[in-house]
């Protein structure tokens, strides 16, 4: 009886809706995002077809792995870092900071077996 009442309530959303959220799961990753993590791949491997096919691969990989919103904050620590100072030293040593890019790196060490 229970899974009749849950088939009832997915059938009476409107299509559009059920349709767009298994789209956003599947793909959160904003085009640009994407683009821009391709074409930092790229320049670090190589400008060729083969380099972008496999750059596209890496970061769809990771997008299967990663929540995008966990990918953006492991990518804002790792530019916090960048920028060196008194005020960004939390992005150095907190193990908050660390845990956020140790999920990162895990997820671009599975792209990079599986793409590379």
């Given amino acids: 009886m229970r899974g009749a009442f849950i088939a ?3 059938m ?3 299509a559009s809706l ?3 959220s298994v789209a956003q799961q ?3 990753y904003p085009t640009a995002a994407r683009a821009d993590y391709v074409f930092a791949c790229m ?3 190589g400008q060729t077809r083969e380099m972008l096919d496999r750059c596209a691969c890496s970061i769809d990989e990771i ?3 990663l929540p995008y919103e966990n990918y953006l904050e492991a990518e804002t620590v ?3 870092r960048r920028v060196g100072g008194e005020r960004m030293a939390f992005f150095q040593s907190s193990a908050m900071a660390e845990n956020i890019v140790a999920d990162l790196r895990r997820a671009q060490a599975e792209a990079e077996i599986v793409c590379f």
Avoid: F, K
Wanted: aromatic letters at 0%; charged letters at 5%.
């Fill in 8 to 10: 009832v309530l997915i």
């Fill in 12 to 14: 009476a959303l409107p």
């Fill in 18 to 20: 059920s349709a767009q």
């Fill in 26 to 28: 599947l793909n959160d």
């Fill in 43 to 45: 320049v670090t491997n």
């Fill in 63 to 65: 997008a299967s792995i």
């Fill in 78 to 80: 790792l530019s916090m």
